[in-house]
């Protein structure tokens, strides 16, 4: 059985660069997602890694996935948990919600716009029709300084405050 991936980003630079090192990757816009579309393909596994708190309408979004899925496909969503440890020491500290940014105008157009906990995360998938298969929440190991080493103390012993939410999700 032969093998397919496809990346898709809304940046078409980035796009290019993968494209010319022999990656099967398009410029689209995943609330649209007209070319993917127009591959007239359906995937077993969907990965929006790190996106859904990027949309305007997240709901659009899940609901176009649907039609791009096989009967038995699925989706994996990873996406920042609002009611982390993190998020939440950081607001309650510095009254800050996101500390990326030193440009608003990079914040507003690449930063996040939506932030979910495991419970509106729940409600969006069940008004769309969606069916949780997994979810679990997890730590983040690209980092390795102190600070991280306490988020993931604690995330161990309450998970509900660990950085990220991961769900794989179909339709019902």
Known sequence: MQKNVLGVD???????????????????????LKKVYSLNKKYDVIVAGELIEHLE???????NLKSLLKREGIIIITTPNIFS???????????R??????NRK?????????????????????????????????TKTEYKNFKSKIENIISKMFPFFAPMLIYVIKPK
Not at 57 to 63: A, E, V
Not at 97 to 102: M, R, V
């Open 10 to 32: 809304i940046d078409c630079k980035r796009v290019k660069k993968l494209q010319n090192l022999g990656y099967n990757a398009i410029c689209d816009d995943v609330l649209s």
């Open 57 to 63: 309408n997240p709901g659009r979004f899940l609901q």
């Open 85 to 95: 440890f993190r998020y939440l020491l950081r607001y309650i500290l510095f009254r």
């Open 97 to 102: 919600e996101y500390p990326h940014w030193k």
């Open 106 to 138: 990079k914040e507003i157009m690449y930063g996040h716009v939506l932030g979910f906990s495991k419970i509106l995360l729940e409600n969006l998938f069940e008004r769309l029709g969606y069916e949780i298969i997994c979810f679990t929440y997890s």
